[in-house]
């Protein structure tokens, strides 16, 4: 069933189950130990922050505190039981700030493109349309409504058939755990809310794995085998597919 499709789940690299203690630490207020991990991740910091602003960004500048700052709130958010990887968390929530900061900082100036984000890239920017508008779906009749799910489940069909893959295939390939199926989503969702990542995927049609490689905790074996669902969220992010998406809303940041 297409269902269990989308809610399948998938193996990642070993827990760190040191780290989640620390960040178990620090969210309980040990703030040694909060300082000594926004110490190490500061090379982390820095790489996520002069991506998303594409250029070099080091301590001196405002979009390093933020990024810290950014940092920070991951690890006061982050929970063990629904994300595997701090730092696939954390970019999103940096990348989020970063964002928000040049909003702002230009809000009087000629719109700079970033790495970050664009209003093509936005897989959220659907929702003020009135034909996604939630109230105006509940308008529909069931049937109405049960049409319009097997026309969005046909038309990603043929979205996936374009990339190589099938709802077959996926099924037999779906990840089998929780977190590492949450890390899977939100590193698609890193991809797909990336301009340059998601425009290597329409041309080369398939994942820009060595980029993501050192944006995430997620080995590049286990990227590289869980390839064919990473893919697949990406197009469901990125596509009109209001129904099938909110199999993956939860896990979405």
């Given at each position: 069933?297409?269902?269990?499709?989308?809610?399948?789940?998938f193996h990642?690299?070993?827990?760190?189950?040191?780290?989640?203690?620390?960040?178990?630490?620090?969210?309980?207020?040990?703030?040694?130990v909060m300082?000594?991990?926004?110490?190490?991740?500061?090379?982390?910091?820095?790489?996520?922050?002069?991506?998303?602003?594409?250029?070099?960004?080091?301590?001196?500048?405002?979009?390093?505190?933020?990024?810290?700052?950014?940092?920070?709130?991951?690890?006061?958010?982050?929970?063990?039981?629904?994300?595997?990887?701090?730092?696939?968390?954390?970019?999103?929530?940096?990348?989020?700030?970063?964002?928000d900061f040049?909003?702002?900082?230009?809000?009087?100036?000629?719109?700079?493109?970033?790495?970050?984000?664009?209003?093509?890239?936005?897989?959220?920017?659907?929702?003020?349309?009135?034909?996604?508008?939630?109230?105006?779906?509940?308008?529909?009749?069931?049937?109405?409504?049960?049409?319009?799910?097997?026309?969005?489940?046909?038309?990603?069909?043929?979205?996936?058939?374009?990339?190589?893959?099938?709802?077959?295939?996926?099924?037999?390939?779906?990840?089998?755990?929780?977190?590492?199926?949450?890390?899977?989503?939100?590193?698609?969702?890193?991809?797909?809310?990336?301009?340059?990542?998601?425009?290597?995927?329409?041309?080369?049609?398939?994942?820009?794995?060595?980029?993501?490689?050192?944006?995430?905790?997620?080995?590049?074996?286990?990227?590289?085998?869980?390839?064919?669902?990473?893919?697949?969220?990406?197009?469901?992010?990125?596509?009109?597919?209001?129904?099938?998406?909110?199999?993956?809303?939860?896990?979405?940041?």
């Amino acid at each position: 069933m297409f269902l269990a499709l989308i809610q399948g789940m998938f193996h990642s690299k070993k827990t760190d189950h040191t780290l989640h203690k620390l960040v178990y630490k620090a969210k309980k207020g040990d703030e040694e130990v909060m300082n000594d991990l926004l110490s190490t991740y500061t090379p982390f910091m820095k790489k996520t922050a002069s991506f998303v602003c594409s250029r070099h960004i080091d301590e001196h500048d405002d979009e390093f505190s933020v990024a810290m700052n950014a940092f920070h709130e991951a690890i006061l958010k982050f929970e063990t039981t629904h994300y595997a990887s701090l730092t696939t968390f954390a970019h999103l929530i940096m990348k989020r700030r970063l964002i928000d900061f040049i909003r702002k900082e230009t809000a009087y100036n000629t719109p700079v493109i970033y790495a970050g984000e664009s209003k093509e890239s936005d897989p959220y920017a659907h929702e003020q349309h009135p034909i996604f508008n939630k109230i105006s779906i509940q308008q529909h009749t069931e049937d109405h409504r049960s049409q319009e799910r097997k026309d969005e489940i046909k038309r990603y069909n043929e979205v996936l058939k374009k990339y190589g893959l099938s709802f077959n295939e996926l099924s037999r390939t779906s990840p089998k755990h929780a977190d590492a199926r949450r890390t899977a989503i939100q590193i698609a969702q890193i991809v797909a809310e990336t301009p340059t990542f998601y425009e290597s995927v329409i041309q080369r049609k398939r994942l820009p794995i060595k980029e993501l490689e050192g944006l995430v905790d997620v080995s590049r074996k286990t990227i590289e085998r869980q390839r064919k669902y990473i893919l697949a969220i990406v197009l469901l992010l990125k596509g009109d597919f209001t129904y099938i998406q909110e199999y993956v809303k939860g896990d979405v940041i």
